[in-house]
Each structure stands twice: as C-alpha cells, then as structure tokens.
C-alpha cells in the first residue's frame, strides 16, 4: 500500500467516524428539545433539572462507545449554566452511565467484558433480596405499571421488536429497583444494571430471547404479586443465570 493510499483509508476512517458522532450528537440533541416541556417545575432545582433530563437522555438514545459530550453543548441545549451541568454528570458517572475523563471530558461509558461481568456478579448478590423484598411488600402502583410494562414486552416480543423491548425492559427494571422498600438496595442494584450496557438499549437482547425473556419477567411479576418472597427471588436467580449465558455467548463470537 502506498502512503498515500494510507492516508486516504485513515481520513475516510476518520470522516465516517466522525460523520457517526455527529449523528449521535444530533439525537441526543433532538430528544433533549423534544422532551424539555417534560421537565418544567419549580420545584426542582437546575441540578435535579439537569440531572433528570440528561439522565433519561443518556438511556434512550444510542451513542457510540466513548463518544465526546461537550459541557458547553449540553449547557446551550438545555438553558442550564455549566455548574449544574456538571453536578449532574458527576452523578450521572456514578449512576455508571458516562464516564468524566481527567475531571473534564464527558464520554458515553465503553463496558469491557470484565466489568460486564463484574457488575453481573453484584447483580446476582444482591438483585434476589431486592425482588424478595417487593414480594413482601410491594406498591400496588408499582405492581400495576410492572403489569403495564410486562404486556408491552410481551406484544414486542411477538412482533419481534427488540427496540420496543429493551425500552420496556429497561424500565421495569427501573421500575422494579424504584418499588424496593430498601431504597438503597435498589439503588444499588439499578446501578450495577447501568454498568452493564453502554449503548442502544436493544443491543444486548438476542432476538431468539425476547418470548422466554419476556416469560422469565412475567414469572417474577407473577411471584411478587402474589407475595411469595422465596419462589421471587429463585426466579430472579434464575434470570440472571440466563443473562449470563446469553453474555457469554455474545462476549465468544
């Protein structure tokens, strides 16, 4: 290969990338002026306002792996100053969804297969005795959006729309994290979840798995609604091993 044919490959390399981040960027960019009216309130300070924003932002719409995200850019995109800006990213990094490199830079988390796992690990300690928790005591609010939330999986997983899925996925998690009458404990577990994925949320679903992972749901629901603390926790045992499974799987192509 020439030298100048190697120049050209690294400046189309280059280009495309760029072209990619840039088209992430204006998603983000269109879904944070999309749902700005979501998040009127005086109640809230500008951090809590940021931080609710960015956070759901950063959850739905795919960016590559470390991709850049100026301070200044959010700042201009939201009409919120640059310190609470970045508080809320502070925060947001040890929810593990961003990664803040030399106390500066902002970047969407990139997930090795270690940390993958690792966070996994913590899943699998400690997620059984949050579920058997709300199986003990759950909101019937909370029970009847898992519900909601359960159907919604099950009709993508039907029309195999794992992008629908993840969503949905995603949220009962969240969901279910939020009902844990150990507030800290759900926590916990809702930020091991977040360091396990690091892009579009249908991403780490194999599509042969959304019916019996929509099952595997529905019969913790089921275990928690009807209070039976013991069966809820083995069936969220026995998920997490299914999700390891399909992990490794992906982690040995």
């Known amino acids: 290969m020439s030298c100048i044919q190697g120049v050209c490959k690294v400046n189309t ?8 981040m ?8 269109h879904y944070l002026r999309e749902r700005a009216g979501d998040y009127e309130s005086d109640t809230f300070l500008l951090r809590e306002v940021a931080y609710r924003r960015l956070y759901d932002a950063f959850r ?3 960016l590559e792996p470390g991709e850049p995200i100026s301070t200044v850019w959010l700042s201009k995109i939201l009409g919120i100053s640059r310190t609470p800006i970045r508080e809320a990213l502070q925060q947001i990094a ?9 106390g500066r830079a902002v970047a969407i988390s990139a997930r090795s297969p270690r940390e993958v796992y690792d966070a996994l690990h913590v899943r699998e ?10 199986a003990a005591e759950m909101d019937p609010r909370a029970a009847e959006k898992l519900q909601q939330l359960t159907v ?19 949220e009962w998690h969240e969901v279910l994290c939020q009902a ?23 991403e780490h679903v194999p599509a042969e ?16 609604i009807t209070h039976d603390e013991e069966l809820a926790a083995q069936l969220m045992r026995d998920h997490l091993n299914e999700l390891k499974e399909n992990l490794f799987r992906r982690f040995i192509r």
């Open 13 to 20: 390399g280059f280009w495309v990338l760029h072209i990619l």
């Open 22 to 29: 840039n088209a992430g960027l204006d998603k983000l960019e």
């Open 60 to 62: 739905n719409v795919e």
């Open 94 to 102: 040890t929810d593990g969804l961003i990664q803040i490199i030399q």
């Open 125 to 134: 300690l400690l997620e059984p005795a949050s579920v058997r928790l709300c």
């Open 152 to 170: 919604r999986m099950e009709h993508a997983a039907v029309a195999g729309d794992q992008k629908a899925w993840s969503h949905a996925d995603q």
């Open 180 to 202: 844990c009458p150990n507030e800290l404990l759900g926590n916990m577990v809702l930020m091991a979840r977040n360091r396990m994925y690091h892009r579009g949320s249908d």
């Open 209 to 224: 798995y959304l019916i019996e992972g929509t099952a595997e749901h529905r019969r913790v629901l089921d275990a928690i």
